[in-house]
């Protein structure tokens, strides 16, 4: 029984640290286009609240599953990401 608790443990930290590290990497590139002038207010409120969004989506959808990400939910989860990540490319070119 605590053997199956702790590889479903794994998996869930592994999944998390993955949305995680791309939340923060996406942050990252938003703030350094802010820094370098190439957003400019508008679009950086439009990203952020975009991201915002999404921050809340995945909130809501681990509440109602006990905690964690349906696959579907996860591919979802990815679809937005890339979609939010070629907003941010096209912003800032």
Known sequence: MMMGSVLFGTAMLAQDSRIQQRKE?????????????SLKPKQTANLENKESKLNQEIRTDRKQNGGNLTNKEKA????????????????KH
Not at 25 to 37: A, E, M
Not at 76 to 91: F, G, T
């Open 76 to 91: 979802q989860v990815n679809r937005q990401q890339n979609q939010l990540s070629k907003q941010i490319y096209k912003d």
């Open 25 to 37: 990497n996406q942050q990252q590139r938003i703030g350094n286009g802010v820094k370098n002038g």
